[in-house]
């Protein structure tokens, strides 16, 4: 458009003159134009964000009170504003720890495996495939883990274990990919010194790497839970919906926060089921904010000096 | 800890070793943690074969079938002809939402690589990434009770001024069409796009932005020549990722999008109109419930068709970025 490199160069004491040659301001009009532009961009990304967080903060906050939080639904019909959210925040609670414990192990030694071990052929695979598989739908992995089970147990089969399978499928390439990184922040000289002494490859794997990398490893975790926790349409195709409590991992469907918010918001979405929806809504965004705290608490507290 | 991943792998190994343990120092413990690692590594490839092999098994009833098995569930419509027209409507959304998500993309990322100050570039990448931290059902209802009741005028207004072009065409209150789903699908996809096209354009060299500006040029020329080129096909790959969100995105559509009837077979480019799109993944959310034997089979065809076109996309997307990184001095 400015064909800048078809100029003359000006002589290097002379700076271009913006306000007297056509060329020079119509440069300086489009230079104006794009910054406006750019903020532009950046103001109209607000827009969505700003207004979500007063929409939940708002309609959700008049929903939250001990009340809500501490039942559950119950013997709750029609119009009635009772009815709360203590067995959806427990049914998620289960259901994500059941996923993190299948999936920190996993993904942990994992990327123990593509930092310490792996160089050859399956290490790149892994690491390929590993990018591959953040980018499969979740409403993917959840008719995953209803086809395994289907297979597995039998068509009608629905209980927490295949949430928190379908889960974990969307959760294990999250914690590789964020240990690995962390893993990899950990000096060579370290490793090396170790050896010098004569200790063993996993010993130094285990007093070294990963004493040294525990905080990021945590906070790898601990976000890579966040990012899942709020998970709607996997839980929807395999626990649904209930109204009260299961501590049953394995027999029957488990009500979860996300669930529970799409099921009252589909079931009466003008009443007093979008006031619920917006009240669990809350509930699950302050769940979230709270595990980034803590993840931001324990890498800055605790985290290598390297940093 | 370790037990309750691999237990078949000490037994594997653990017992010739234990005679011979004493020869070297720590030599069962590498064995067992170099397996236990390598075993992680590839349960996770078998977990991602598992995913692509447990959905073609189910899926194979519905597509070795005659259509009169499932005529009840899809309303005497073939396969082919069931999920024509989702995938058509899974395509269509995504493309919106990454016409709406890839400029304003570039310019935040430009805006936080290239323009805000220093002391501000930090906070602003923080709350672009706060997006990506949203559940979708949130984003559900955003769209649904803020978004929809907003948006409705101005679609009413773009359809009649423009509605001579088909595209735009027959806009009908209330403004539960794909445009609406789609808009939400760009704000979900925006945090991916901004975040992998910011650290390419982090990358450009020092010496690259120095010439420009050595030749004079202002800071909008210093953006198109040094740094847009340096990071095009990084942010190719972006939009490629955020295309990837944005098909397989459930929860944002489901809540938002009106659908067509079920058994109906539209292919409609009008994008303002109200039922007559759909898309697979919400199309399993809804269906998934009152569908049993060859029904769910059907569904998990369509998801089978769903996960090969992510797969499809995110490969060129990280082939891409690999060949990029390969190649690039940047590192």
């Known amino acids: ?307 | 800890m370790s037990t309750d991943v691999t237990p078949e792998a000490p037994g594997a190994e653990g017992r010739p070793l234990a005679s011979r343990r004493g020869t070297t120092p720590g030599r069962f413990g590498n064995r067992l943690f170099a397996g236990l690692s390598t075993a992680s590594g590839i349960l996770i490839l078998v977990t991602l074969a598992a995913v692509a092999i447990f959905l073609v098994r189910e899926a194979l009833p519905a597509i070795t079938a005659s259509p009169a098995a499932y005529a009840d569930f899809t309303r005497d419509l073939n396969l082919g002809q069931y999920i024509g027209p989702l995938v058509f409507g899974t395509v269509l959304a995504a493309l919106i939402a990454l016409v709406i998500a890839v400029p304003l993309s570039i310019g935040i990322a430009l805006f936080i690589a290239h323009y805000a100050p220093k002391r501000l570039s930090g906070p602003v990448a923080y709350v672009v990434d706060l997006l990506a931290a949203i559940p979708s059902v949130v984003y559900g209802l955003w769209g649904f009770f803020w978004l929809v009741p907003k948006i409705g005028p101005i679609m009413d207004w773009i359809s009649q001024k423009l509605g001579f072009i088909p595209i735009f065409a027959d806009y009908a209150p209330p403004a539960k069409n794909v445009t609406s789903a789609a808009i939400v699908l760009a704000v979900m996809i925006l945090p991916i796009i901004t975040a992998v096209s910011r650290e390419v354009f982090l990358q450009t060299p020092r010496l690259h932005i120095e010439a420009s500006l050595a030749l004079g040029a202002t800071r909008w020329e210093v953006a198109r020549q040094a740094i847009l080129p340096f990071g095009r096909s990084g942010v190719i790959s972006a939009s490629m990722l955020g295309l990837g969100r944005a098909l397989g995105e459930t929860m944002a559509v489901l809540m938002i999008l009106a659908p067509f009837a079920r058994g109906t077979e539209v292919y409609s480019i009008k994008i303002l109109a109200s039922a007559e799109h759909q898309t697979i993944a919400a199309n399993i959310a809804q269906q998934i419930r009152e569908a049993h034997g060859m029904g769910v089979s059907v569904l998990i065809a369509s998801g089978l068709a769903l996960f090969a076109i992510t797969l499809v996309v995110n490969m060129a997307a990280r082939w891409i970025v690999a060949r990029r990184a390969a190649f690039s001095g940047a590192n």
């Open chain 1, 1 to 307: 458009m400015t064909a800048v490199t078809d100029r003359p160069v000006p002589a290097p004491d002379v700076a271009p003159n913006f306000t007297t040659s056509p060329s020079g301001r119509r440069r300086k009009r489009t230079n104006a134009i794009m910054a406006t532009l750019v903020t532009l961009a950046f103001l109209i990304a607000l827009v969505p964000l700003i207004s979500l967080l007063t929409e939940v903060v708002i309609r959700g906050g008049s929903m939250l009170t001990w009340q809500f939080i501490s039942t559950d639904m119950t013997g709750v019909f029609g119009d009635s504003p009772d009815g709360g959210v203590r067995h959806a925040i427990l049914g998620t609670l289960q259901i994500t720890g059941l996923a993190t414990l299948i999936s920190a192990p996993i993904g942990l030694f994992a990327a123990v495996y593509l930092v310490e071990y792996g160089h050859g052929r399956l290490a790149k695979t892994l690491t390929f495939f590993v990018d591959v598989m953040t980018g499969i739908p979740s409403i993917v992995a959840g008719l995953f883990a209803v086809a395994l089970f289907a297979i597995l147990i039998g068509p009608a089969y629905r209980s927490g274990v295949m949430g928190a399978i379908a889960l974990s499928v969307l959760m294990i390439p999250v914690v590789v990919r964020s240990c690995e990184e962390m893993l990899k922040l950990v000096p060579n000289e370290l490793r090396e010194a170790s050896y010098a002494l004569g200790v063993p490859k996993y010993l130094t794997i285990i007093k070294v790497v990963l004493r040294t990398s525990l905080a990021g490893i945590v906070t790898s975790i601990v976000l890579a839970i966040a990012r899942v926790i709020g998970e709607t349409a996997p839980l929807l195709l395999t626990v649904g919906i209930v109204t009260s409590m299961n501590t049953s991992m394995l027999d029957g469907r488990v009500a979860t926060l996300p669930v529970f918010a799409y099921s009252q918001y589909s079931q009466d979405a003008l009443g007093v089921g979008a006031d619920r929806a917006w009240g669990a809504a809350l509930v699950l965004i302050l769940i979230i904010m709270i595990l980034n705290l803590v993840a931001r608490f324990i890498s800055s507290r605790f985290s290598i000096a390297e940093k």
